[in-house]
């Protein structure tokens, strides 16, 4: 389950009914949840507990599929695909293979995401998104000048900018799944402890750390 709490249509929140329907048909999001791509839907309703912030965050889905946007839309599927899955988001990574797909990028591409940078199908320009996506969300904005330099190749500053900008907000987005456990991204981190055999309490590199009296 999500970690926080969920609103549907009990909140009286007009915009977000309208997309629940389109979502849900006629099921309750809540009790009842499950989308056309599988996932439980939970990231609507968890947002729904702030309306603005649903509405904010509804209208930059708009934005990058604008038809005012100058950003191939398959470079812009690059940065976000990328991003998801540099930041461990299942979710965002799954529903971007999906949208990868209905912009063009072809099955190698999209199942060579996590080893971008020794595939050879993608072109110059495709390799530079990558490498900027890197940059912003690897390194956290540190984009080396070489990186840069063959993006101003082939891209505008305004193709930049978007790209950037649209790179960035599914960080956030990638972040914000895993961070409240939405979708994809409820599931229990595997980084744990793994128990000793019943009886043994030794410390493995005690038991190697032997040294000559």
């Known amino acids: 389950m999500p970690r926080l709490k969920q609103a549907g249509r009990e909140a009286g929140n007009d915009y977000a009914n309208a997309i629940f329907d389109l979502l849900f048909g006629d099921r309750d ?12 839907g939970n990231w609507w309703t968890v947002f729904n507990i702030v309306p603005d912030a649903f509405a904010h965050t ?30 461990g988001s299942q979710f965002v990574f799954s529903q971007h293979c999906k949208a990868s797909r209905d912009v063009g990028l072809t099955e190698a ?18 390799r530079a998104v990558l490498a900027y996506t890197d940059g912003l969300v690897l390194q956290r904005g ?21 790209l950037t900008y649209i790179t ?23 980084i744990v402890e793994i128990a000793a055999p019943e009886g043994s309490s030794a410390d493995v590199m005690s038991m190697v750390d032997t040294k000559d009296d």
């Not at 946007?69 to 990328?82: F, S």
């Not at 599914?170 to 229990?188: F, G, N, T």
Request: hydrophobic share 35%.
């Open 29 to 40: 999001p809540i009790k009842e949840p499950g989308t056309a791509t599988g996932t439980p």
């Open 109 to 126: 591409q999209i199942e060579a995401i996590p080893h971008w940078n020794v595939a050879d199908c993608y072109s110059e320009v495709e």
């Open 58 to 87: 509804t209208d930059g889905f708009r934005f990058y599929r604008d038809e005012a946007r100058v950003i191939d839309p398959k470079l812009r599927e690059l940065g976000q695909i990328r991003a998801g899955y540099t930041v």
């Open 168 to 190: 960035c907000t599914y960080m956030m987005h990638a972040i914000m799944s895993r961070a409240l456990r939405l979708e994809y991204d409820d599931v229990d981190d595997r």
């Open 142 to 162: 540190r984009v080396p000048d070489g990186v840069f330099e063959t993006l101003k190749k082939h891209l505008s500053d305004e193709e930049i900018l978007e």
